[in-house]
């Protein structure tokens, strides 16, 4: 068995270094296609080092260029690599354009494709990361979902649910991973010299930073905390934007403000563990925060980790000044909301998203399953209808019984479920498919 992986940024490196780690622990066969959609080949080969992994098997080096050109630069180079190397299966972790390019080439190929962090959904489709993920999704054969609701997600779009495995998400098993690695090599803290309680903060979205009111609003809540010292670390094409609106020097001359040029992420990590508070725009930040424990304010007026804010360790406050002020006065000032907020359970699982993963794709490939082979019967009409349960049964024992039916959904007082094979359907409404007609 053969596993491609197909990394382009720093969050995909990350996410995906504790698979790649069980998967090379198994002593399965594995490549490494990094598209260097954003770093140079020496900033790459560093980033590489500091996880501990091993240096990519092809660097397609795409670099910096329009969503189009990029993609399809990405497309090329993944198809060259996919056809020559023939894995069993390739895997894409995320949102980005290196994940598009790669669902896109391997379901062209006719390869199983396996979508890391597959079924988030902001609903905002002017976020080029949502139309990603989207389009990623079409192409996926085995979807890894952090969460019932993301798994949820894929159910209304339907796909279905066999195909759909509930595992978490790696950055629970990366932030433990990496955290033994940061404590090891970082000195971050030492050299910052800070004082008293820490709020780190990170700002690079363009939804932000581009939108001079935007940017203002948030600038002046910043400006007005207190009993906090702000560390950010400033993007360069934040810190080009605030000069152009004529912000800088106010908030790098701001006494409790600390602007750092950009870190790297072992720092950061190290950072974000001692921080009493985040405030970000990343949605990678926000699971990290809920992970470490570290309450979070997202700058943002939606998430497609809404999981976060339900779970009650993050707070949306968009670039709101009265949000943001009133919201980081109330959480520091308030003892029970602020414990309440850094022991909000982690929707992302225990840690164990990797070992999931690849039990599943293992599976997978021992029952012939990863093999995409054209249709080789005539097909009916898939149909679809609502039944009311009144029998106590359970999914695994419905589907048994009526083997021409699978359930998509089931709906419980109204509530969309995820049918887990032992969830019992008394009294609960399930939508069904159905094939009618073929041979």
Do not use: W
Not at 152 to 178: K, M, W, Y
Request: charged share 25%; proline share 5%; with cysteine.
């Amino acid at each position: 068995m053969k596993i491609a992986f197909i990394i382009g940024t720093r969050p995909e490196i990350i996410k995906m270094s504790p698979l790649i780690d069980e998967v090379d622990k198994r002593g399965i066969d594995y490549i490494l296609i990094h598209t260097g959609q954003h770093y140079d080949h020496e900033m790459s080969d560093q980033f590489f080092q500091d996880l501990e992994l091993k240096e990519p098997d092809y660097n397609i080096g795409v670099g910096s260029d329009s969503h189009s050109k990029q993609t399809a630069i990405m497309m090329k180079g993944i198809e060259e690599v996919l056809v020559s190397e023939k894995p069993d299966i390739v895997l894409v972790q995320g949102d980005t354009n290196a994940v598009l390019a790669g669902a896109l080439a391997s379901a062209k190929l006719h390869m199983a494709v396996g979508h890391v962090e597959a079924g988030l959904r902001s609903y905002d489709k002017t976020m080029p990361e949502e139309i990603n993920r989207m389009v990623a999704d079409v192409c996926t054969n085995m979807f890894f979902v952090p969460t019932e609701d993301t798994a949820i997600n894929l159910l209304f779009e339907g796909i279905s649910p066999q195909n759909i495995f509930i595992t978490g998400n790696t950055v629970v098993d990366a932030c433990h991973r990496n955290l033994k690695i940061a404590s090891k090599t970082s000195n971050i803290m030492s050299q910052l010299e800070l004082e008293g309680d820490i709020l780190s903060l990170t700002l690079h979205r363009a939804e932000n930073v581009d939108d001079p009111q935007r940017l203002k609003n948030i600038i002046k809540a910043l400006l007005n905390i207190e009993n906090l010292t702000i560390v950010f670390p400033a993007h360069p094409r934040t810190v080009k934007t605030l000069k152009e609106f004529g912000m800088y020097d106010t908030l790098k001359n701001a006494p409790h403000i600390r602007m750092i040029k950009p870190i790297g992420y072992l720092d950061f990590l190290i950072l974000q563990s001692n921080s009493k508070l985040m405030i970000t725009d990343s949605g990678g930040i926000q699971e990290e925060a809920i992970t470490l424990n570290i309450p979070c304010l997202t700058l943002r007026y939606n998430t497609e980790r809404p999981e976060t804010v339900q779970a009650g360790g993050n707070i949306l406050v968009g670039a709101d000044t009265e949000k943001i002020t009133y919201n980081v006065a109330k959480i520091m000032g308030d003892e029970e909301l602020y414990h309440n907020m850094q022991e909000a359970p982690n929707p992302y699982g225990d840690g164990t998203t990797s070992e999931k993963i690849v039990d599943a794709i293992l599976d997978s490939y021992h029952q012939g399953k990863l093999k995409i082979k054209a249709p080789e019967e005539i097909g009916g009409r898939q149909a679809k209808k609502l039944l009311t349960m009144h029998e106590k049964i359970t999914v695994a024992e419905f589907e048994k019984n009526n083997p021409n039916y699978t359930i998509k959904i089931v709906f419980d007082e109204g509530n969309p479920l995820f049918p887990q094979p032992d969830l019992s359907l008394e009294g609960k409404i399930v939508l069904v498919s159905y094939f009618v007609g073929g041979n």
